[in-house]
């Protein structure tokens, strides 16, 4: 079965501009991740969808920081304006259902701000 | 949420067996223990989970003592293609719970 797709694999803008990443998760997978990685460290959970309704966003920094699971399919969380500190790999991962402890993660978005 | 903690890194050579052990003091009782594995430029994926006793699946197996204190991930016969990083979460994850990953181990095998 194909994996979780992430677009796009790299980017790289300025601090003050405003960046999305998109996230199609595996099929029929109900609940749906981010996570920011910073390089060295593990992986943050930043936000957790069931379908389209939010589960948890506590550690998402909501001043700047958006997502969205519209249709309760694809994802695209987005930043603006961006810091330097938000240079990290954004990760998406999907699951069959809440809480499973067996999540599927895409290859990740790296975003370096200068 | 049980805190966990494993070596920062360690080294091995190829065909050597690899344990690595994660530290779970606090571990509650409907906690799981899950390792994930992660190549560089990829995402974390998911190895082995496990409650209590030994669990084995074709890539490790998980040692877990009576009291669950600990765990132990090992590898069997590694190859350079191993070299990852390692993370051993605890939660219960199955019941509405997160994935909380920690800095993890690197394992670096060498030819």
């Known amino acids: 079965e194909a994996g979780v797709a992430q677009s796009p694999r790299y980017k790289i803008i300025e601090k003050r501009q405003s960046v999305a990443f998109w996230c199609n998760p595996i099929s029929g997978h109900a609940t749906l991740y981010w996570y920011q990685q910073i390089l060295g460290q593990g992986p943050k959970l930043l936000i957790q969808?069931?379908?389209?309704?939010?589960?948890?966003d506590s550690q998402l920094p909501k001043d700047r920081f958006s997502a969205e699971r519209l249709k309760g399919v694809d994802s695209t969380l987005k930043i603006q304006p961006a810091k330097l500190e938000d240079s990290a790999v954004y990760l998406c991962?999907?699951?069959?259902?809440?809480?499973?402890?067996?999540?599927?993660f895409g290859p990740g978005t790296r975003l370096t701000v200068t | 949420l049980a805190k966990t903690t494993q070596p920062i890194s360690m080294d091995s050579y190829e065909g050597q067996e690899v344990n690595i052990t994660c530290s779970h003091n606090?571990?509650?009782?409907?906690?799981?223990i899950t390792w994930y594995q992660q190549f560089p430029s990829q995402g974390p994926r998911f190895i082995i989970q496990g409650y209590k006793t030994k669990v084995t699946n074709e890539v490790a197996s998980l040692f877990i003592p009576a009291d669950r204190k600990s765990s132990t991930l090992s590898l069997p016969r590694v190859s350079l293609s191993d070299t990852a990083v390692y993370y051993c979460l605890v939660g219960r994850y199955n019941q509405g719970g997160k994935l909380i990953f920690g800095q993890g181990t690197e394992l670096s095998v060498k030819p």
């Open positions: 969808f069931q379908n389209n309704g939010v589960v948890d």
């Open positions: 606090n571990i509650a009782t409907n906690d799981y």
């Open positions: 991962a999907s699951s069959p259902d809440r809480g499973s402890y067996e999540q599927y």
